[in-house]
């Protein structure tokens, strides 16, 4: 069955860093999209990063120039990097699977879910 694992969260200062990370299994994981979700309590989940099947990436405008997303498709992994650290990015960090390679706006499949806790 399909699989996704999170690892990485953590608690880290304001402005500092922190690498997810989000191992899959159980598909052929260059086939579709992948990509990062959060959610933080009273607030809507939303859409970090994703990456298409085509390598393409696409970035929450809260996130651009601070996160990062990569895919190491030979081991399966799919990173967040998350540079500068806020409060605001205190979180629940989910990692999700599209049913598409190329549309990624069906997410059906996710991970447990890796906790990041950014503090002053």
């Known amino acids: 069955q399909v699989q996704l694992v999170e690892s990485g969260g953590g608690s880290v200062q304001v402005g500092g860093s922190l690498r997810l990370s989000c191992a899959a299994s159980?598909?052929?994981?260059?086939?579709?999209?992948i990509g990062w979700f959060r959610q933080a309590p009273g607030k809507e989940r939303e859409g970090v990063e994703h990456i298409e099947k085509s390598g393409r990436v696409s970035y929450a405008d809260s996130v651009k120039g601070r996160f990062t997303i990569s895919s190491d498709n030979a081991k399966n992994i799919l990173y967040l990097q998350m540079n500068s650290l806020k409060p605001e990015d205190t979180a629940m960090y989910y990692c999700?699977?599209?049913?598409?390679?190329?549309?990624?706006?069906?997410?059906?499949?996710w991970g447990q879910g890796t906790q990041v806790t950014v503090s002053s």
């Open positions: 159980g598909y052929t994981y260059s086939s579709y999209c």
């Open positions: 999700a699977r599209a049913t598409s390679g190329l549309f990624c706006g069906d997410y059906i499949y």
